[in-house]
């Protein structure tokens, strides 16, 4: 399958949970808001664990069956501190890839139209200085 | 939730929306941060070394987002019984724009945004083990950095 295919097959499949999350139980598919949510007060959804419990579990099967190579792009000090300033800036702007970018824009959001363009824009930096300095 | 403690239903429902949203992110490329940084390189567009598939991945979503919403209002019930809850707030603040950079740049130097981070968990070995303990961290931090400026009289960083 050519990648632009497959790619937005995958863009489809990701709309599909969030339209089966929020029609089914009336949720949004933000996964840093629920992996902040589950730490924070498990008992509180349990629906939360059981996404979770989903998301991994599916992404062990498809990443076997859809052959996702297994590659870092920096050290292991470099990812922590990289996931470090995921969770905080997730956690404080109240959303990623998929509350922000999808379901927010879904929504009509300006609000996170605005966090959209800012987290692309300061990766599109990152990676431009990264590689830069390579 | 109203019925989440009893009924098994809407659990099952999330569940499967986990998996969906894994094989999404599995087959449109999300789960490989070489992927990733090769679209995030905005400067190596027209020199024919950008890879644009995730912009496929994107629109492929938001085109199913798109029509849940329209489709979705706030007072129509879900399968499960439960209210339909969106978000509320509207307000672009100093902590949308500076958390979102922040991430921004955590983002473009792993590959890695929250979700195809936790579908990796089961396949990424001890790296992914540790970004996403990192990721635990950093929002276990926003909880008590918020807790604090709030109580601080609500100082805006």
Known sequence: ?134 | MSRGQTSVRPLLIAALAGVVFAAGLALGGMMDPRKVQGFLDFGAIGSGRWDPSLAFVMGGALMVSLLTFARVGTREMSWSGDAILLPTRRDIDPRLVGGAALFGVGWGLSGYCPGPAVASLLIGGRDIACFIAAMAVGMLLARWWQARTVTNGGTQP
């Open chain 1, 1 to 134: 399958m050519h990648p632009y295919v497959s790619s937005l097959a995958g863009g489809l499949l990701i709309g599909t949970a969030v339209w089966l999350l929020l029609t089914g139980i009336g949720r949004v598919a933000g996964i840093s808001g629920i992996m902040a949510a589950a730490i924070t007060q498990p008992r509180a959804g349990t629906w939360r664990l059981a996404f979770l419990a989903g998301l991994i579990g599916g992404g062990l099967l498809f990443a076997r069956l859809f052959d996702v190579p297994v590659v870092t792009v920096t050290s292991t000090p470099g990812l922590i501190v990289a996931g470090i300033l995921v969770g905080f800036g997730t956690a404080i702007s109240g959303g990623c890839t998929s509350g922000h970018g999808v379901c927010g824009l879904g929504r009509r959001s300006l609000r996170s139209l605005v966090a959209t363009l800012t987290f692309m824009l300061a990766g599109a930096v990152t990676v431009a200085v990264v590689r830069a300095a390579q």
